[in-house]
């Protein structure tokens, strides 16, 4: 080390939150089985910050407090970064999950306009049209899980809004899409291995998939680009092969394969995994369900976005929000955390605390009307630079299915305890999927 380095201010001594005494491949055995339960009874015993040992990810510092989360999310990347390793295991290279510093400042700007809030009212009808087309089919007075149904929806949407269009390429996507995301979202939180053992293997099928979905994807876009009206085209995959870095360079052909994937599996299961839930919370709280169909009825949505914003708390889809520690340390609530940890703020547990949210186990969509949950309490779509894109899409889609749902339906209330977590790999469903009783309204 240089001698003007010695010189300087010498470096904060490492001092890492409490640790639980148990092995690392017990760690491990308890977090593979229910990272959920893990995580509440390591925050009972030790706090809202501890250390753990995990596979994959190696020695980790666990976040539940709001200041802390707060923190993390609004230190420049340059000292906190992109969680190690993370979904581009499984998207590829070119996604932004992969991203870090410039790259990934360049591609969120690149990203952000077909994603504000203004362009996301576009796809308003073909959220409509998709909530119709599947739920014409549903059973009256039969239980059925919502969820496989809600999981068609959201694949549909985004297929069209990120495609623009119909036909035969989009039905070979969604013949592949689902379950190469099932598989993936399993295997993202195992390691890989250094080749993929054939073609039968998970990783294998995986590597098929991603073939059978680059034909479709080079098709896709030589259609576009042979369309007369390329240039007025609103669909997303018409918006990145017009866009331009701020060099004029445009985005590379993996780099829009890589991107157009992400967004077909980051959109798609998260939302109709949190629509799941909603329909498994309405039908225990009669009182709210019947004000939400009143609400239907009129040009109104607080109650509605108030319910949306309330599920997303009491049913925390995702429930970690990762960061790298690049910075040599990095001080929080007192500890020093070193380069090379990961950082992963439990969205769950800060979604439980009291003082944000009074008597937190109760659902109630109450709590948002006449004001805004606080930007650091409720993260459902994590935080700062790295705030998940979609965010505003997600609440406008999710708001259209509820509301195209209880015009048409009335949907039965039952007094069954609560359905619990099923952990699908990336996100967590209600275990029965959602189940629901539904009867057409007269109009
Ligand atoms: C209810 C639905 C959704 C939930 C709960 C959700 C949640 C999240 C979370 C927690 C993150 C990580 C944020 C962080 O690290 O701070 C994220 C990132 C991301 N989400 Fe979502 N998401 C949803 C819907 C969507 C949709 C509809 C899309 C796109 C169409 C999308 C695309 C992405 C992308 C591309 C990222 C990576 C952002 C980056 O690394 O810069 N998500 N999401």
């Known amino acids: 080390m240089s001698e003007a380095v010695t010189a300087t201010a010498a470096p904060t001594a490492v001092r890492l939150p409490p640790a639980p005494r148990i092995p690392k491949a017990l760690q491990a055995v308890?977090?593979?089985?229910?990272?959920?339960?893990?995580?509440?009874?390591?925050?009972?015993r030790y706090g809202n910050i501890f250390t753990i040992n995990l596979p994959v990810y190696g020695p980790a510092v666990v976040v539940a407090d709001t200041q802390m989360a707060k923190q993390i999310f609004t230190t420049s990347p340059e000292d906190l970064g992109n969680i190690q390793p993370n979904l581009s295991r499984l998207l590829g290279s070119g996604s932004v999950f992969a991203?870090?510093?410039?790259?990934?400042?360049g591609r969120r700007r690149l990203l952000a306009p077909p994603f504000h809030g203004k362009s996301v009212k576009n796809y308003v009808n073909i959220i409509e049209e998709e909530t119709l087309r599947e739920t014409v089919g549903w059973p009256e007075g039969k239980e059925f899980a919502s969820l496989p149904s809600m999981?068609?929806?959201?694949?549909?949407?985004?297929?069209?809004?990120?495609?623009?269009?119909?036909g035969a390429e989009l039905d070979e996507l969604r013949r592949i899409i689902p379950p190469w995301v099932t598989l993936g979202s399993r295997l993202a939180a195992l390691p890989k291995p250094a080749r993929t053992y054939g073609r039968y293997s998970p990783w294998g099928r995986l590597a098929e998939w991603r073939r059978k979905y680059d034909v479709v994807i080079d098709k896709l876009i030589a259609d576009e680009r042979a369309d007369p009206h390329f240039?007025?085209?609103?669909?997303?995959?018409?918006?990145?092969?017009?866009?331009?870095?701020?060099?004029?360079?445009?985005?590379?052909?993996?780099?829009?394969?890589?991107?157009?994937l992400t967004l077909l599996a980051a959109g798609h299961e998260t939302t109709a995994a949190t629509l799941g839930w909603a329909f498994e919370r309405l039908r225990r709280h009669p009182d709210v369900l019947a004000a939400l169909v009143a609400e239907a009825d009129t040009d109104d949505n607080e109650l509605r976005q108030a319910t949306i914003l309330e599920v997303q708390r009491a049913r925390?889809?995702?429930?970690?929000?990762?960061?790298?520690?690049y910075a040599p340390v990095f001080e929080l609530g007192g500890w020093v955390i070193p380069r090379g940890y990961s950082i992963l703020v439990s969205i769950a547990q800060i979604h439980a605390n009291p003082d944000a949210f009074p008597d937190p186990d109760h659902f109630d969509p109450k709590r948002y009307i006449g004001t805004k949950?606080?930007?650091?309490?409720?993260?459902?779509?994590?935080?700062?630079?790295?705030?998940?894109?979609?965010?505003?899409?997600?609440?406008?889609e999710?708001?259209?299915?509820?509301?195209?749902?209880?015009?048409?339906?009335?949907?039965?209330?039952?007094?069954?305890?609560?359905e619990k977590w099923h952990a699908r790999g990336v996100a967590?469903?209600?275990?029965?999927?959602?189940?629901?009783?539904v009867h057409r309204r007269n109009r």
């Open 99 to 105: 991203l870090d510093g410039d790259d990934h400042r």
């Open 231 to 260: 240039e007025e085209r609103t669909d997303i995959l018409a918006l990145m092969l017009r866009s331009r870095y701020e060099d004029g360079s445009p985005m590379s052909r993996k780099d829009i394969g890589d991107e157009l």
């Open 151 to 166: 999981m068609r929806i959201t694949l549909n949407v985004i297929l069209r809004a990120v495609f623009g269009a119909g």
């Open 373 to 396: 949950p606080s930007t650091f309490a409720w993260i459902p779509f994590g935080g700062g630079t790295r705030r998940c894109v979609g965010a505003a899409f997600a609440n406008m």
């Open 398 to 418: 999710m708001d259209v299915v509820l509301r195209t749902v209880l015009w048409h339906f009335t949907i039965e209330t039952t007094t069954a305890p609560g």
């Open 316 to 325: 925390t889809v995702i429930d970690f929000a990762g960061r790298h520690v």
């Open 30 to 44: 308890a977090f593979t089985i229910s990272r959920r339960r893990a995580v509440e009874r390591l925050v009972r």
């Open 428 to 437: 967590f469903t209600p275990t029965n999927g959602g189940r629901i009783v």
